[in-house]
């Protein structure tokens, strides 16, 4: 086990990244990013939300439950909220969440905290390409998933990632 | 390592004075529900908020074939059975909780607090499951307790005996009361190691020997939810963990739920937790919680300078915001 990351670091490791990110600006975001024809890793699946205010931190426990290496969470810049304020509960709501989750030693560098509007393409880009880079430099995240598929009282493991993401294409 | 907090976080703002000296006196917040008696015993406030009429149940504390337990007195002839000592670690505002509608068919509730008990009757008011008129709340000016209730005596507190949390308290003299009772009383002796040392002794292990650490101790999590049941805070009628479509918190006491839960029990409990320490007296597998709570209850003072006190009117951090919370961890 490697000193923080929890994870091994591979060679030829490809992370899992499951990204939670608003409706209204970061998936337009990325949406712009595709339109625009921008290269990025391709190791990132992007999951739609209202807003980030509707973002619970048991959907990052749940993702990296499921197998995810890293997690994205991003929305609206602060005074953009199409809800008016659900990113400023977002924000403190995340400041406790990484703090909590260092402290039980999940490394904060698996989570990665945006604020992407509508026209920044450019920006998402860069989230996750840079996302990809520092979760794989840490390694897949053996620690959650050794935990996670610790056979139960009846002998049987949890069938966690492959049926969740498939094969993530180099 | 997590980020270090200062050595500060340790100490409340709030001057707890000198041992032995009691704090000025507390301002009438709540003059409406009835006035201060400073004067009464304990025996003589119960029996008169019985006899008034207007009450009926006084929750307090009495002795039980081992130490002290939780004592629900409905007539006023019975007021001599409660007792105040060290062993009444009991936060008796859980009763308060709306889920406890048993306790609510008994009638109005006066409710026996320490200053610790207070502050989740604040957080009741604050969050308003709890109306300051449903309530009368006798304050016990409180010195600390032991960490157990189950002596056959009261005993003096010692540094072993004492409940880390008691160290630096800083409401030995609830003010959200509507009558005080008791004697100034003096500061506890220092445990050996207090709660902030342990959270800091944590934080510098490297974060692979604090996931051993955590997980080892949630793996001893048998999730029976003793946690939540005693907990006063603790107020959802349904809690995510039971729900099952979508199951968000497996259910089962393995390893995977088990983090889960205690994350989010931890997490929905930041800036609302007294820490009364009852989810911790609680466990019957001694999972070390004070810890999780004091970690979110120290940043929560560090980002955004609220501490979990005894005035309603301070609104909770979580589902407040301020335009200008630091973000240094967003880009």
């Known amino acids: 086990m490697s000193q923080g990351g929890n994870g091994s670091g591979g060679g030829d490791f490809e992370p899992r990244i499951t990204a939670f990110v608003c409706n209204w600006c970061t998936y337009t975001g990325a949406d712009l990013a595709g339109t625009s024809r921008l290269h990025m890793a391709s190791n990132v699946r992007i999951i739609r939300l209202p807003c980030t205010g509707r973002i619970d931190p048991l959907f990052i426990v749940k993702a990296f439950e499921r197998g995810a290496d890293g997690v994205i969470v991003s929305g609206c810049h602060p005074a953009d909220c199409h809800y008016t304020a659900g990113n400023y509960h977002a924000r403190r709501r995340f400041a406790l969440f990484r703090e909590l989750a260092a402290f039980i030693g999940i490394d904060p ?47 049987e493991s949890y069938a966690t990632v492959e049926g969740l993401f498939g094969e993530v294409a180099p | ?11 409340p703002e709030v ?66 059975r409660l007792v105040f000592d060290t062993r009444c670690v009991h936060n008796l505002v859980t009763y308060l909780n709306p889920r406890r509608a048993q306790i609510a068919a008994l009638g109005r509730a006066a409710v026996v607090v320490k200053g610790c ?21 006798i304050g016990v000016r409180c010195g600390g307790v032991l960490e157990v209730a189950d002596l056959d005596e009261p005993a003096a507190l010692t540094p072993e005996t004492v409940s880390p949390r008691c160290f630096r308290c800083d409401n030995r003299e609830p003010h959200l009361v509507d009558y005080l009772v008791g004697e100034p ?113 120290q940043t929560v003072r560090h980002r955004f300078g609220y501490v979990a006190g005894d005035d309603p009117e301070v609104p909770a951090p979580v589902g407040d915001y301020r335009l200008d919370d630091t973000e240094e961890f967003i880009r």
């Not at chain 1, 509508?118 to 935990?147: C, H, I, M, N, Q």
């Not at chain 2, 207070?118 to 709340?137: N, P, S, T, Y």
């Not at chain 2, 709660?195 to 051993?212: H, I, K, M, N, S």
């Open chain 2, 117 to 137: 008990d207070a502050k989740a009757a604040a957080g009741l008011l604050r969050e308003a499951q709890l109306r300051r008129d449903q309530v009368v709340l």
């Open chain 2, 185 to 297: 009383q003096e500061e506890p002796p220092r445990p050996p190691q207090t709660v902030d040392e342990r959270v800091a002794a944590l934080d510098e292990l490297p974060a692979a020997e604090r996931w051993e650490f955590w997980t080892e101790q949630f793996s001893r999590c048998v999730r029976c939810y003793a946690c939540r049941q005693v907990c006063p805070l603790c107020v959802c009628e349904r809690c995510v963990a039971d729900k099952s479509v979508p199951q968000w918190i497996d259910s089962a006491s393995h390893p995977r739920g088990n983090l889960s839960w205690n994350l989010t029990r931890a997490l929905h409990l930041a800036g609302r937790c007294v820490e009364c320490g009852e989810c911790e007296r609680a466990c019957p597998s001694g999972l070390p919680l004070t810890l999780l709570n004091r970690k979110l209850a």
């Open chain 2, 1 to 11: 390592m997590t980020e270090p907090h200062d050595a500060a976080v340790d100490a």
């Open chain 1, 109 to 155: 560098g698996r989570m990665t905290f945006s604020w992407v509007s509508a026209s920044e393409g450019a920006k998402w880009r860069d989230v996750v390409d840079d996302t990809v880079a520092r979760v794989r430099a840490l390694g897949p995240f053996d620690d959650y998933r050794r935990l996670v598929d610790l056979p139960d009282a009846s002998g």
């Open chain 2, 15 to 80: 001057a707890t004075g000198a041992p032995g000296t009691a704090r000025p006196a507390a301002p009438d917040r709540y003059p409406e529900t009835g006035a201060r008696d400073e004067t009464g015993d304990l025996h003589g406030v119960a029996r008169e908020v019985l006899t008034k009429g207007d009450v009926g149940v006084v929750i307090g504390w009495e002795e039980g074939r081992r130490g002290v337990r939780p004592a629900f007195v409905t007539a006023a002839d019975d007021v001599e």
